[in-house]
């Protein structure tokens, strides 16, 4: 059986209600995103209906379409349909950008006076998930869509605490993409859970699968996160390598410091560092540009 882990007792009830009550529900997926995941979700769907269903949302449809054609899939060609682009991303890749397409109806409830801290966040899950989807596919790790959705939520928790507690969250996180285990420890001694935890939290009440439930709890220990531990540890790298790309700095990225390619050896995954660290460079020289790419209204 499928491991499912709970942290709604981790969530203080207060900070849940501040949530509803600026969020209206706690629902992620809009109507046409929820429809078009249910059909999605049964493997010999029709392809025509599901684009039917995605066109009567606006904001989806450009959001399929976008992804179809970046060049974080590179199509031999541009994808001018819904048809096209799912048959093009396959069925799995899509419903992992339905899901994420729920993400960003709810970043925008972010206080007016925080969005420069909601396009930081929503570009650092860019990153984290390009880099994820490069790495999956570099040490062939045989993630199929997955792990684009799980970097890209992975710090939905900081968004989510941004919502609950715009007051506060300039002291708890200051966005220098530094330091996060002292930033999980000040959000649990300052408001009574940290952003893994509450992330996780909100996947789990939305029905989202446990290994991405997994991914979003422990991307700071994937070690701990049991049967998934390998989308953990994946994405625990991708999320290594979008701070050092979003500190600016100047300094080479060392994949030596990566602590989580470890886990993945130790995971089975042969001579993990060895070789991310031959193909990292270009990685990261691409992706802040994919990154934008995929941000664009």
């Given at each position: 059986m499928t491991e499912r882990i709970s942290t709604l007792p981790d969530v203080p009830p207060?900070?849940?209600?501040?949530?509803?009550?600026?969020?209206?529900?706690?629902?992620?997926?809009?109507?046409?995103?929820?429809?078009?995941?249910?059909?999605?979700?049964?493997p010999d769907c029709d392809f025509l209906r599901l684009a039917g269903v995605i066109q009567r949302d606006l904001k989806l449809t450009t959001h399929?379409?976008?992804?179809?054609?970046?060049?974080?899939?590179?199509?031999?060609?541009?994808?001018?349909?819904?048809?096209?682009?799912?048959?093009?991303?396959?069925?799995?890749?899509?419903r992992e950008v339905i899901l994420t397409a729920g993400l960003d109806s709810v970043s925008r409830k972010i206080s007016p006076r925080l969005c420069e801290r909601r396009e930081t966040l929503w570009r650092h899950g860019f990153l984290t998930?390009?880099?994820?989807?490069?790495?999956?596919?570099?040490?062939?790790?045989?993630?199929?869509?997955?792990?684009?959705?799980?970097?890209?939520?992975?710090?939905?928790?900081?968004?989510?605490?941004?919502?609950?507690?715009?007051?506060?969250?300039?002291?708890?996180?200051?966005?220098?993409f530094?330091?996060?285990?002292?930033?999980?420890?000040?959000?649990?001694?300052?408001?009574?859970?940290s952003h893994a935890a509450f992330g996780a939290w909100y996947a789990e009440i939305n029905e989202l699968p446990a290994a991405l439930v997994h991914a979003i709890r422990h991307h700071h220990a994937p070690a701990s996160a049991g049967e998934h531990v390998r989308l953990a540890a994946l994405i625990a790298a991708a999320d290594h390598v979008a701070n050092h790309v979003q500190r600016g700095t100047d300094e080479p990225y060392n994949p030596m410091l990566n602590g989580a390619l470890v886990v993945l050896q130790q995971d089975g995954?042969?001579?993990?560092?060895?070789?991310?660290?031959?193909?990292?460079?270009?990685?990261?020289?691409?992706?802040?540009?994919?990154?934008?790419?995929?941000?664009q209204e």
């Open positions: 207060e900070l849940i209600a501040r949530l509803e009550r600026t969020l209206g529900n706690l629902r992620m997926l809009p109507a046409a995103a929820s429809q078009a995941l249910q059909i999605a979700n049964d399929v379409l976008r992804t179809a054609n970046s060049a974080l899939f590179a199509p031999r060609a541009p994808v001018a349909s819904l048809h096209h682009a799912i048959s093009s991303m396959g069925l799995r890749r899509c998930s390009i880099f994820a989807v490069k790495i999956s596919h570099l040490l062939r790790l045989g993630f199929q869509g997955e792990e684009f959705t799980a970097g890209l939520m992975h710090d939905f928790g900081r968004t989510l605490l941004a919502v609950a507690a715009p007051d506060e969250i300039d002291e708890l996180d200051p966005l220098d530094d330091e996060p285990l002292q930033i999980e420890i000040r959000e649990r001694e300052r408001i009574g859970v995954v042969t001579n993990a560092t060895g070789v991310f660290s031959d193909a990292i460079d270009a990685y990261v020289r691409e992706a802040p540009a994919v990154a934008e790419e995929l941000m």
